[in-house]
């Protein structure tokens, strides 16, 4: 599947922001009246607070401006679910059952479809890249496409068509349990073994918006004495690498049966951890756990809206920040797309938990939805408003219902713990307008583009 050209801006492009949210020595600070000029190649080229009023030739960009949101985790096919799974009462189990219909029901141009759709809402939400974790490779039955990378050239091309950049993780996943074959539904995400995986992902290729990583979907999914393999991948190539980590404490138990040891400690033995390392989820970890994620400078992903909707738990977020681990932030599931519930949700869930507020910052929260949340994908040169990063940011109103009030220093907070995805305004990425006045460029009708793609699924 050919992947769209992403069109490059003209030299140079220049975009005046009322209020924009700066490095500075001191830590992210509130700016008025800067200009921000961007190079031929999508780069910043000059940031220059107090300049004045908007020039002529310059694009405004009215309220107050952020790096581009990085998604750290995301299913893009789980956006289906949305609604469907809401009846009722169960567990992340029963909820997994649903999850496997829609997957079975997924093919190439069905996935490009639905993908490009998530994945313009996520644009819409200031959401400028997206860490994809792909296991779904294969039709029914395990049997490859004649391109056996066809899925995940399909979220490639997604990206491309929604403007957004993308690290495509893709996923060794062999087996439904410790020493269980795939069910009949994991046969269409297994490679047989792991060097067979390996092979295949070999055979993706970046793109100007899209970036190759692995991942090893959880520990009950790719037997230990293959987990190196997939370590080895990603270090021949510096290429991140994900992992599901102790999201069910049933996962755990199994490990402890299986192997003595807790999940995160078996991929400590096995290579696994590390600074281009992201655990996702990481709720129930003991304190070793900790230390040995902290200790390896292992990022640990977040994702507290699904964390929340699946009732998995609340993870030991401060601790791991407090020991050394970066975090990043993701939406997992979609069960809801928006970049500030999930950093304002960070900070809440640790306050039920503990009865004590403010454990974080406004500006450690953006920080790991932005410049944290972009290295952990591979992209360590997005997540700032500086000269020499990527030209990607985000503008949220500051006169909305929600935010107005604030007075525009408190950017921060305000973004954080009363913004919301409806405040969007403006999406640049690589100086490109992707939404311009909270409409998408590319995806003439998101809402209509969503609905038919899933259900397109239900028939």
């Known amino acids: 599947m050919p992947v769209t050209t992403v069109t490059t801006v003209t030299p140079v492009t220049t975009y005046w922001a009322e209020h924009a949210w700066l490095p500075h020595e001191g830590g992210p600070v509130v700016e008025r009246d800067v200009l921000i000029a961007v190079g031929s190649d999508g780069r910043i080229e000059r940031v220059t607070p107090d300049s004045g009023p908007c020039p002529a030739g310059a694009v405004r960009l009215a309220g107050l401006l952020l790096p581009g949101q990085a998604n750290a985790h995301s299913h893009a096919f789980h956006r289906a679910l949305r609604g469907h799974v809401q009846i009722g009462s169960g567990t992340f189990w029963t909820w997994r059952d649903t999850m496997y219909r829609f997957a079975g029901a997924l093919d190439p141009d069905s996935y490009l479809a639905l993908a490009t759709a998530v994945y313009a809402e996520m644009a819409l939400a200031g959401i400028t890249s997206v860490g994809e974790f792909h296991y779904l490779h294969h039709a029914p039955g395990g049997v490859a496409y004649q391109d056996p990378n066809a ?32 069910n009949e539904t994991q046969l269409r995400f297994s490679d047989g073994d792991a060097e067979r995986w390996a092979a295949r992902a070999a055979e993706l290729k970046g793109a100007e918006h899209a970036r190759i990583g692995a991942a090893v979907h959880s520990v009950r999914a790719v037997p230990a004495e293959q987990l190196g393999t997939v370590a080895q991948f990603s270090a021949l190539r510096e290429a991140p690498l994900h992992v599901h980590l102790s999201e069910q404490t049933a996962e755990n138990e199994a490990c402890l049966a299986a192997h003595g040891v807790t999940p995160t400690r078996l991929l400590a033995d096995h290579g696994v951890l590390g600074p281009r390392t992201s655990a996702v989820h990481a709720t129930h970890l003991t304190d070793e756990d900790i230390q040995l994620l902290s200790s390896t400078r292992t990022t640990v992903c977040m994702c507290p809206t699904t964390e929340r909707d699946l009732a998995d738990g609340i993870g030991p977020a401060r601790q791991l920040a407090s020991a050394g681990s970066p975090l990043s932030l993701g939406s997992d599931s979609h069960a809801v797309i928006d970049p500030f519930e999930e950093a304002r949700a960070l900070e809440l869930d640790e306050r039920l938990r503990t009865r004590t507020r403010g454990h974080w910052t406004a500006a450690a929260l953006l920080c790991a939805g932005t410049e944290d949340g972009h290295a952990s994908l591979g992209w360590p040169e997005a997540g700032r408003v500086a000269a020499g990063s990527f030209a990607d940011f985000t503008v949220i109103a500051l ?44 995806v003439a009708d998101v809402p209509a583009a969503l609905r038919d793609s899933i259900a397109a699924l239900q028939s």
């Not at 491309?160 to 087996?175: E, F, Q």
């Not at 305004?425 to 006045?437: A, N, P």
């Open 399 to 442: 006169d909305s219902v929600r935010t107005a009030g604030p007075r525009p220093s408190y950017g921060a907070e305000t973004a954080v713990f009363a913004a919301s995805a409806a405040d969007v305004r403006h999406v640049v990425v690589g100086g490109r307008h992707i939404v311009k006045d909270g409409v998408h460029q590319l």
């Open 151 to 182: 899925m995940g050239h399909a979220l490639i091309e997604a990206a491309a068509r929604a403007g957004i950049r993308i690290t495509l993780l893709d996923t060794c996943y062999l087996s439904s349990g410790f020493g269980a074959a795939p």
